[in-house]
Nanobody
Framework: QVRLVESGGGLVQGGDSLRLSCAAS????????MGWFRQAPGKEREFVAA???????YYADSVKGRFTISRSVASNTVYLQMNSLKPEDTAVYYC????????????????????WGQGTQVTVSS
């Protein structure tokens, strides 16, 4: 089992920045691929960003150029740096991990991921 714990959410104004963190513990060798997803009220969970074991990264078009995903193998932590935040970025953000590698659009697939965190709320006011 892998336990994922997110932190760093909060209430910010449009244009501000936040950095989310996700600490993994347990069988961390089962974290080949790690991703961030988000879910706004009344909407489905959607892909935000992913990073492979190789450090290749993938982003949703809506966040490309504003968000950056990174991971520290040494500390088993994945980060999401979010800049130029917009009100439409408001959602609960979830960290996810998979024991399988992914590539391209495969990294966007919710079904790839075996483990999920509890989520952290990000609210962006206009």
């Amino acid at each position: 089992q892998v336990r994922l714990v997110e932190s760093g959410g909060g209430l910010v104004q449009g244009g501000d920045s936040l950095r989310l963190s996700c600490a993994a513990s347990g069988r961390t060798f089962n974290t080949y691929s790690m991703g961030w997803f988000r879910q706004a009220p009344g909407k489905e969970r959607e892909f935000v960003a992913a990073v492979r074991w190789s450090m290749s990264t993938y982003y949703a078009d809506s966040v490309k150029g504003r968000f950056t995903i990174s991971r520290s193998v040494a500390s088993n932590t994945v980060y999401l740096q979010m800049n130029s935040l917009k009100p439409e970025d408001t959602a609960v953000y979830y960290c996810a991990a998979s024991g399988r590698d992914c590539a391209g659009s495969g990294c966007h697939d919710v079904s790839l991921y075996d483990y999920w965190g509890q989520g952290t709320q990000v609210t962006v006011s206009s």
